[in-house]
């Protein structure tokens, strides 16, 4: 459990599994693993760890533990609840609640994402990029980190205002800042499990098939992650488009009644 618990690293060897490396303590809400399976990083309620194997089947801290530098009010956050790591094992996306002093108070859990870079040379991980918070009361802890960790994506199941459609957008990395390029929903909690390809050209997202969360598990496939208006309703409506860019132009007739009023 959370906070209780242990991460196991086991090797195979000509078909053997043996256990390596045990972490004790709470790291254990969530872990990822590289893919050389040399680097793994584990995270719990407040921060992020990660692990390198050495030469003799040990396996040691690399860099310090990874804190968030999320501003969040006091007790409404869990940096750590999600980890994810990239392929060469230089990058990892760190998430948990966080009820952000950034937007204010009183909008609830909105999750947070923060991605950091090992330096080469220091020993240090730095954050890469600013502190990305999901959408008011959509507790938006459950992400995917590339291959490449150029784009990750940020699950929000309780999108909007806890009536639980979710929503899952899509970032990536571009001049310093990790910018929204889109962002798609799915109903039923969905976000609640995500992944992504390598370069980001590809996610998934799952949730439950109703809003009461519980039901069969719904997953939609998204593939080239092409963005524009996906609004059949809005005059530059885009078919091809797989996820919403904010680019719809709504006719006037069909505005809600309280705008075209």
Known sequence: NGSNGSVEIFYNDNNTWTLEHTLSGSYTYSVDIDSSGTRVVAGNSN????????SGSTWNL???SISRNASCFSGGSSFGYK???????NRVAGAGSCDSIVIGSGAGNHGVVEVY???NGTGNWQQLGQSVYGYPN???????????????????PSYPNYSNQGIIVLYEYI??????IGSTGGGGAFGTTTDINYNGTMFMGGGQSGN??????????????????????ALNYDANALIDDGS??????????????
């Open 175 to 180: 001049y310093g800042n990790w910018t929204d």
């Open 83 to 89: 980890a994810s790591i990239s392929a060469d094992g």
């Open 212 to 233: 009461s969360g519980t039901g069969s598990k719904v997953f939609k496939l998204y593939s080239g992650c092409s963005s524009g208006c996906a609004d059949s309703l």
């Open 47 to 54: 921060s992020l760890q990660v692990l390198e194997r050495n």
């Open 248 to 261: 719809c132009i709504i006719p006037f007739s069909n505005l809600p009644d309280s705008i075209s009023a």
């Open 117 to 119: 870079e090992y330096v």
């Open 138 to 156: 959509s507790t938006s802890r459950y992400i995917s980190l590339s291959g490449d960790g150029n784009r990750f994506i940020m699950g929000g």
């Open 62 to 64: 690399l860099g310090s």
